[in-house]
């Protein structure tokens, strides 16, 4: 008798009943997060500038929420890469490789808005800082994983290898993390330091807040309608096979 | 089974050096030091600076050219299936791999880096803690090598793929290697003896050398 943890996953694997539950969530999650989105950059606009970064610090509403949420689609990457692996759930492979863009256009957007934030609180537009270094490097897995999707052709040995490759990024994130703080207690000039998150005021902390569930309800709207879409493409490609339609002969994996 | 073991492992370290990939490594090695001073100048004792740092960055992209033919040619030519029906355990078999790579690639590597080190006027005393530690480390590349390999394994044209893979796994093993090996203690930032430095970064190699087996198998089971 299987045991009611794995009855609960096989039931909700199964990619009919998710895109019956995808039909009725997605346009709402949409129309939230773009609700929160514009409500969070109102709020952003309105409060106070700093005393002393002055108005630069209301790129701190879109990087911060920004880099926890890189942080979370990885996170979401390797919970859904092994649900794939050990219960053998082909979802699994498709939620992770839904996030994957997701996750590295965030990636993206820290690393950028941090650039433009360093500019004027550094007077340059990049610094070898722990924290920006660190996710630099988790842009780089994003990278790789990516690239493992479009590398390789047959869809179950591509979803295989991008899973393994997922769970040993994981690992690797917090050991990167550790080793580019130690490195930088090494090499950092004590200037950079000074600019150390600050505690902050609730001026600051509720257009923060806002924004940051603005991003991770964009983040599962955007997830949904990638993993509604790759659905639809696995099952056209599986009618074309079926058929033999010679139009779709020799097209890649995705 | 352990005669097994031995003899992929031979078997593995015979390829290597019939392949002549070892002479593109070191080749590789040369040509980069010997590029390096035509960009950042001659001044020997920038040169001294940064020495150990560029040797080890060196080192490690010579190793990312070599690692594409851990797995490629077997599954090519078709002897991986054999080695799958083999009384060992795939893993193990991995692991043989990983230490033929380690055995033929890393240790002539290191056996050159004094000539190298000639060309960027290293402090001669300092070459034994330099080839300690790559070579304390060189389990580790060559084991999360393979877990990238692995992954990459039935990509057609593979290009700098691999590469990119292993970067993010090879960043925490270049700042400690590299750092430690400029004598930075581990503690204080202060230089001091390497013998903290040697012993974790041999422990993270044994740890390496446990879990990447197991990562590649479960890719290359896929394969």
């Known amino acids: 008798m299987q045991s009611t943890g794995s009855d609960w996953i096989h039931y909700l694997a199964n990619p009919h009943r998710f895109m019956r539950l995808a039909a009725v969530v997605t346009w709402p999650l949409w129309g939230v997060a773009l609700a929160l989105m514009i409500w969070g950059l109102i709020l952003g606009f309105a409060a106070p500038p700093d005393y002393q970064q002055g108005e630069t610090v209301r790129i701190m509403f879109v990087h911060v929420p920004a880099a926890w949420m890189s942080l979370f689609a990885y996170t979401f990457i390797f919970v859904a890469s092994v649900v794939a692996l050990v219960f053998r759930h082909s979802l699994g492979h498709v939620a992770a490789r839904a996030a994957a863009p997701v996750g590295a256009v965030f990636a993206l957007t820290t690393l950028v808005t941090g650039a433009l934030w360093g500019q004027p609180m550094w007077g340059t537009w990049w610094v070898w800082d722990a924290r920006l270094t660190s996710v630099l490097v988790l842009f780089l897995i994003y990278l790789g994983y990516i690239a493992i999707w479009r590398a390789i052709d047959a869809p179950d040995v591509a979803a295989r290898a991008a899973s393994v490759l997922a769970i040993v990024g994981f690992i690797n994130v917090p050991i990167v993390k550790f080793s580019v703080d130690w490195w930088n207690t090494l090499h950092q000039p004590a200037s950079v330091s000074r600019f150390a998150r600050p505690a902050l005021h609730s001026d600051f902390l509720i257009p923060l807040l806002v924004m940051c569930v603005a991003f991770m309800v964009l983040f599962c709207a955007l997830v949904f309608t990638r993993m509604q879409s790759e659905i639809w493409a696995q099952r056209s490609r599986r009618l074309d096979e079926e058929t033999g339609s010679p139009a779709h002969q020799g097209r890649s994996n995705g | ?223």
């Open chain 2, 1 to 223: 089974m352990i005669r097994a073991f031995y003899a992929v492992l031979e078997l593995d370290i015979r390829q290597i050096w019939r392949e002549g990939s070892v002479s593109l490594v070191i080749a590789f090695i040369f040509l980069a030091l010997t590029l390096v001073p035509f960009g950042i100048g001659p001044e020997l004792a920038l040169l001294r600076r940064l020495a150990p740092g560029l040797i080890w960055v060196i080192v490690v992209l010579a190793l990312m050219l070599s690692l594409d033919r851990l797995f490629q040619g077997d599954v090519d030519d078709g002897s991986f299936d054999q080695l799958r029906m083999s009384v060992l355990p795939l893993e193990l078999v991995i692991l043989a791999k990983i230490l033929a790579h380690y055995c033929a690639v890393i240790i002539p590597m290191v056996a050159v880096l004094p000539l190298a080190g000639i060309l960027m006027n290293v402090d001669l005393q300092a070459m034994p803690r330099l080839m300690s530690m790559i070579l304390a480390a060189g389990p580790a590349l060559c084991a999360l090598g393979a877990v990238a390999a692995s992954v990459s394994v039935s990509v057609r044209r593979p290009g700098l793929l691999t590469a990119l893979i292993v970067m993010p796994l090879y960043v925490p093993v270049l700042i400690f290697g590299a750092n430690l090996s400029m004598g930075v203690d581990m503690m204080n930032g202060q230089t001091s003896a390497l013998d903290l430095g040697l012993f974790v970064m041999l422990l993270f190699s044994g740890a390496t050398l446990i879990l990447a087996p197991v990562a590649s198998a479960t890719a290359l089971r896929g394969v």
